[in-house]
């Protein structure tokens, strides 16, 4: 079993920044795509960015130029660095780890997801 732990959300002004940090523990073998979602009240969760293994990188739309999202495979850690903060970034962020956990014949795929870290951006 495989636990996400987020950490760095807040409350921040607009044009602010903040950092979330997302660390992956357990009976890892190997991470393959670490992802963030956000989904604010009434709305569906949607994908924020996401980063594979060999450090390819997706944004949606609307953060592109002002997140960044990073790695540390040696931490099993995900980061997302958000600049220029506004208040339609208010939502809870979500970060999600896919890999293979366990040796030998138990080698398994996981998917996981993190409790969620509140991200709140005042006007």
């Known amino acids: 079993q495989v636990q996400l732990v987020e950490s760095g959300g807040g409350l921040v002004q607009a044009g602010g920044s903040l950092r979330l940090s997302c660390a992956a523990s357990g009976n890892i073998f190997s991470i393959n795509t670490m992802g963030w979602y956000r989904q604010a009240p009434g709305k569906q969760r949607e994908l924020v960015a996401a980063i594979t293994s060999g450090g390819g990188t997706n944004y949606a739309d609307s953060v592109k130029g002002r997140f960044t999202i990073s790695r540390d495979n040696a931490k099993n850690t995900t980061y997302l660095q958000m600049n220029s903060l506004k208040p339609e970034d208010t939502a809870v962020y979500y970060c999600?780890?896919?890999?293979?956990?366990?040796?030998?014949?138990?080698?398994?795929?996981?998917?996981?997801w993190g409790q969620g870290t509140q991200v709140t951006v005042s006007s």
């Open positions: 999600t780890v896919g890999g293979t956990t366990g040796s030998g014949s138990l080698r398994r795929g996981f998917g996981s």
